[in-house]
């Protein structure tokens, strides 16, 4: 059984940072994962995604702010999250894809201005 468990967030004022992790139960060297978050009354939407060469992609909204990294030896992923903005509050559920989708059970991200 695979399990994501995240990690890190929390309340920060606006331009501060968070660093979000996620533990997986699975060995993650051969899979490839992302980062997603669901602000209230909105769909879940991508955030950054990290393939198993370590190629990365951001949405739009978080390029130049947010990096995503991930470390196989200890079968973990991070987001590192800078100059965090109002509309970044939103749970934040990471992802990884084995023979199917695994999600996290979320860790909610409150920004306050």
């Known amino acids: 059984q695979v399990q994501l468990v995240e990690s890190g967030g929390g309340l920060v004022q606006s331009g501060g940072s968070l660093r979000l992790s996620c533990a997986a139960s699975?060995?993650?060297?051969?899979?490839?994962m992302g980062w997603y978050r669901q602000a209230p009354g909105n769909q879940r939407e991508l955030v950054a995604a990290?393939?198993?060469?370590?190629?990365?992609n951001y949405a739009d909204s978080v390029k130049g702010r947010f990096t995503i990294s991930r470390d196989n030896a200890k079968n973990m992923m991070y987001l590192q999250m800078n100059s965090l903005k109002p509309e970044d509050t939103a749970v934040y559920y990471c992802?990884?894809?084995?023979?199917?989708?695994?999600w996290g059970q979320g860790t909610q991200v409150t920004v306050s201005s």
């Open positions: 699975v060995r993650i060297l051969l899979f490839r």
């Open positions: 990290i393939t198993t060469a370590g190629n990365t």
């Open positions: 992802k990884i894809i084995v023979d199917r989708e695994y």
